[in-house]
């Protein structure tokens, strides 16, 4: 993929101004309250305000990015770095957060200056949101609202990621991702365009995401266990997919077929 500057979405820019205008009290409250309505293992508000990392770090964000707007450099810097010692979730002041994000478990979270990230959206542990360049300006990336990133996953670069998007467990992104699209795999993919979202307006079944790795594998499976028997001079068994389609009947099979790039044509 080919990595692409995108503007900052129009709902992360609001959730932004949303923010600015609101006290620090309000939007811990509203950053509390998502917990107990995102997270069953959430039994009451005493363990969200006390034994929830995620929400502490962002309390300490919220302080440390109004001194950040107001021209305060180095204090805010140190309000970060105690945070992160203490929670070890990593946010620059200069981040900009909209209202009510989840931090799940919050072990390894590192959200970059130039991040923003809209309203209602869900980071789970160790998701980076990182740069790419070494020039101060905009290099980090832009996250609409109601976005769920998986554990482990990467967004580098100063991209945008559409509204109800889904980042997979584990993936790298470095490319744009559409309004309420899944993606999948290094670097990320998308797998499911269309929108999931629930009643709640989340789609939590990170269990039903598709996986093109596995999926292609078992097509090359299917088609070494199809070239053995067809060498012995057996009968093929029958595709899997439709006639005249590959395995799956998805197109998972075109990397398969396609010639290797060490190879000149004759």
Same mark, same amino acid.
């Given at each position: 993929?080919?990595?692409?500057?995108?503007?900052?979405?129009a709902?992360a820019?609001?959730a932004?101004?949303?923010?600015?205008?609101?006290?620090w009290?309000?939007?811990?409250?509203?950053?509390?309250r998502?917990?107990?309505?995102?997270?069953?293992?959430a039994?009451?508000?005493?363990?969200?305000?006390?034994i929830?990392?995620?929400?502490?770090?962002l309390?300490?964000?919220?302080?440390a990015?109004?001194?950040?707007?107001r021209?305060?450099?180095?204090?805010?810097?140190?309000?970060?770095?105690?945070a992160?010692?203490v929670?070890?979730?990593?946010?620059?002041?200069?981040?900009t957060?909209?209202?009510?994000?989840?931090?799940?478990?919050?072990?390894?979270?590192?959200?970059?200056?130039?991040?923003?990230?809209?309203?209602d959206?869900?980071?789970?542990?160790? =998701?980076t949101?990182?740069?790419t360049?070494?020039?101060?300006?905009?290099?980090?990336?832009?996250?609409?609202?109601?976005?769920?990133?998986?554990?482990?996953?990467?967004?580098?670069g100063?991209?945008?990621v559409?509204?109800?998007a889904?980042?997979?467990?584990?993936?790298?992104?470095i490319?744009?991702?559409?309004?309420?699209?899944?993606?999948?795999?290094?670097?990320a993919? =998308?797998v499911?365009?269309?929108?999931?979202?629930?009643?709640?307006?989340?789609?939590?079944?990170?269990?039903?995401?598709?996986?093109?790795?596995?999926?292609?594998?078992?097509?090359?499976?299917?088609?070494?266990?199809?070239?053995?028997q067809?060498?012995?001079?057996?009968?093929?068994?029958?595709?899997p +997919?439709?006639?005249?389609?590959?395995?799956? +009947?998805?197109?998972?099979?075109?990397a398969v077929?396609?010639?290797?790039?060490?190879?000149?044509?004759?």
């Amino acid at each position: 993929m080919v990595m692409s500057a995108v503007p900052r979405t129009a709902s992360a820019a609001a959730a932004a101004e949303r923010a600015a205008g609101r006290s620090w009290w309000a939007l811990l409250r509203g950053d509390a309250r998502c917990v107990l309505e995102r997270d069953p293992a959430a039994r009451s508000r005493l363990e969200v305000w006390t034994i929830y990392p995620g929400l502490h770090a962002l309390a300490a964000h919220r302080v440390a990015h109004a001194l950040w707007r107001r021209g305060w450099r180095y204090l805010p810097r140190v309000l970060s770095f105690v945070a992160r010692m203490v929670t070890q979730v990593d946010i620059h002041p200069g981040a900009t957060i909209g209202p009510r994000l989840f931090i799940d478990h919050g072990s390894g979270v590192v959200i970059g200056e130039t991040a923003e990230i809209g309203a209602d959206c869900t980071l789970y542990h160790g =998701v980076t949101l990182g740069g790419t360049s070494l020039h101060a300006g905009k290099r980090h990336p832009t996250l609409g609202e109601r976005v769920i990133v998986g554990a482990g996953a990467t967004i580098l670069g100063p991209i945008a990621v559409g509204d109800g998007a889904r980042i997979a467990a584990n993936s790298v992104v470095i490319d744009a991702v559409p309004d309420h699209a899944t993606v999948v795999g290094i670097p990320a993919r =998308v797998v499911a365009p269309r929108d999931r979202r629930t009643a709640h307006g989340y789609d939590l079944n990170h269990h039903l995401i598709p996986d093109p790795v596995g999926k292609a594998l078992a097509c090359l499976l299917d088609r070494v266990a199809r070239l053995e028997q067809s060498s012995q001079g057996g009968p093929l068994p029958p595709r899997p +997919g439709a006639p005249g389609e590959p395995c799956c +009947g998805d197109g998972c099979m075109d990397a398969v077929h396609a010639p290797s790039p060490s190879r000149r044509p004759e």
